[in-house]
Each structure stands twice: as structure tokens, then as C-alpha cells.
């Protein structure tokens, strides 16, 4: 399966929406497949690690990379030996003083990730629009009350 790739416009400033969504790497709050981020070593920033709990059970050690405070981050990560692995990435880009634009690709890789991303097709993609759903959410009631 290709990359699960969502965008959506936003009525808040990329600054509001790291500062809601990434910065306080409490990915749990946006994401409705993690149950909670753990053993956090560094902040939202480059070559910072955690594992991410998820809802399943299972816990995936995840490594940021390209990470351009209020732009842009990417995370990987993987278990199993390699042989199920995740590779994501978010953009935010403003399109004018009170609004940005979100880009949100996420990707099960390896052999057992392959054959998972399709079996379970259906809730990856859905996994996905509804984070990046929780990310507008949140940022825009964050935008509005710093009115």
C-alpha cells in the first residue's frame, strides 16, 4: 500500500499548531491509535526518541528527524526486527496570517507492515484522517483562545 497522504486547511498559524500538536510530544492527545508516548529523550526536535504505545498493546521505538520547529518533523520507527515498520511525516505551512495548511503522510513498511497496511487498510487510512482531523480541531480552539 502507498503512503496514506491527508491535508486540510486550518484557521490557526503553524506556530499555534506545534505548539498544540507537536511540541509538548503528547501525541496521544491528536493521534486515536496511541494510547500514550513514553520514555521521551529530547523534545520535539531532531533526533529526539519514544516509544509510542499503542492502543493494541504493542509499544514502537520512534526516532524524529527533520524537524524544522513550526514547519515540519518526519518519524520512523519499527519492531519486530525490522520486519514491521512505521515512516511518517507532517508539514504545516502557513497560507496567510490567520490560516495553514497541514500535510500528513503516514506509511506501514517491512514484510509484516506491508501485508498489515493492507489487511487493515481500511483503519490505517482511517487512523490517519483522523489524526490529522484532531490536529485541526485542537489547533483551532487553541488559535481562538489566544484571541
Known sequence: MAPVQVSATVAAT?????????????WESWDPDLKEVTDVVGGCEEGATCIFAMNDGSKVPI???NVTKNASLD????MLGG???CEGNVRIAPVDEATSKI???FELLGFVG????VIKKKEVV???QGGLDN????SEEAQKEKK
Open 126 to 128: 482511517g487512523g490517519t
Open 83 to 85: 520486519i514491521l515498520r
Open 14 to 26: 503553524p506556530e499555534t499548531i506545534w505548539s498544540t500538536c507537536f511540541e509538548p510530544m503528547k
Open 135 to 138: 490536529m485541526v480541531k485542537m
Open 103 to 105: 500535510d500528513y503522510n
Open 114 to 117: 506491508s501485508i498489515v497496511s
Open 75 to 78: 518519524f520512523k520507527g519499527g
Open 63 to 65: 526516532t524524529l528527524s
